[in-house]
């Protein structure tokens, strides 16, 4: 499929998507939350694809939601077809691993974006923030949701109302981010971190994604129960005999189910 708003290419098992709209420093318009939508159900069909990143451009992995494509919103066209139900939540369905690999701005939108995927690996340039406050709005895909989680309270109050920017040694510190790195070195960070990924069994890194946001969704007693049945249940798997056998033999393992 010809995609206008994205690029998406494949590097071995890695899919990457790469934001692209320079002029509007990636505002994420509606087209490109379809094509976004489009691209992942495509990594998501695609059995040699085990990992996928999303990025951005040096100076943007998003400014936003298109804030000239949202003036004209009203609350029941937004209600009656929502386009958060409809193409953002595309990003936190999606079942296989993928990575945010955010250099410059992440915002609004673009922050929310990031914070759906599993990780994100920051280049030393990044800059989140919520600033919605500033046009009269608060987060609406998950912002005043997933910032707590991710930095607690009181950094994700102070962003979410003052609408400041952080830093990425800042957004290190505070858990929003889990590697920092210089600016020169961040794509090839990014791809060595996502082929390790998809060099995995691929239902283990799924059902480890699954577990692991589980415990935002349940208590502990019902989370460490859930986990107990998943991992007990990849003993049924080909993948787990060869990844202990490999071990044991002093070889690399090589998954079947990759
Ligand atoms: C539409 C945007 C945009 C956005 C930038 N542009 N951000 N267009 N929506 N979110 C456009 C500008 O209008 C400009 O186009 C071009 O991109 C370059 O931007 P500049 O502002 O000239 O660049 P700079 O001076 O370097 O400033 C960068 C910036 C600033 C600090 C990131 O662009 C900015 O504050 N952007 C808005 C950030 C924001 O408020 N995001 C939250 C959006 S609401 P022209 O044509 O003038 O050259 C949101 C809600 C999420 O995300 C909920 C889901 C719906």
């Known amino acids: 499929m010809g ?42 069909a695609d059995d040699g694809i085990g990992c996928v990143v999303l990025t951005g451009s040096k100076k943007a992995f998003a400014a936003g939601a298109d804030i000239k494509e949202l003036q004209s919103r009203d609350m029941v066209g ?28 992440a915002l609004g939108g673009g922050c929310e974006i990031a914070m759906m995927c599993d990780f994100i690996i920051a280049s030393e340039s990044a800059k989140f923030g919520q600033p919605e406050i500033n046009l009269g709005v608060m987060p609406g895909a998950g912002g005043t949701q997933r910032l707590p ?35 020169d070195d961040f794509m090839d960070v990014v791809m060595e971190a996502a082929e390790s990924i ?17 415990s935002f969704e349940i208590g502990l007693t019902e989370g460490v ?11 049924a798997l080909e993948d787990q005999k060869e990844g ?14 990759r």
């Open 198 to 214: 998809a060099a995995k069994s691929l239902p283990v890194a799924m059902m480890t994604k699954e577990t692991v946001n589980r």
């Open 149 to 183: 989680r991710a930095i607690g309270k009181a950094k994700a109050m102070d962003m979410c109302l003052t609408g400041r920017m952080m830093d990425a040694e800042e957004a290190e510190r505070a858990g929003l981010v889990s590697r920092v790195v210089p600016a």
């Open 78 to 105: 937004l209600y009656n077809k929502d386009p958060f139900a409809e193409t953002w939540e595309a990003v936190a369905r999606f079942r296989k691993p993928i990575i945010a690999g955010v250099s410059g701005y």
């Open 225 to 235: 129960r859930f986990e107990r049945r998943v991992f007990m249940s990849q003993f």
């Open 3 to 44: 995609y206008k708003t994205i690029q998406y290419k494949t590097e071995g098992r890695v899919g990457v998507i790469t934001l692209n709209r320079p002029e509007a420093l990636n505002a994420l318009c509606d087209e490109l939350t379809t094509e976004l939508a489009a691209a992942l159900a495509a990594c998501e």
């Open 244 to 257: 202990m056998a490999a071990f044991a033999e002093k070889r690399a393992a090589h998954f079947k189910h």
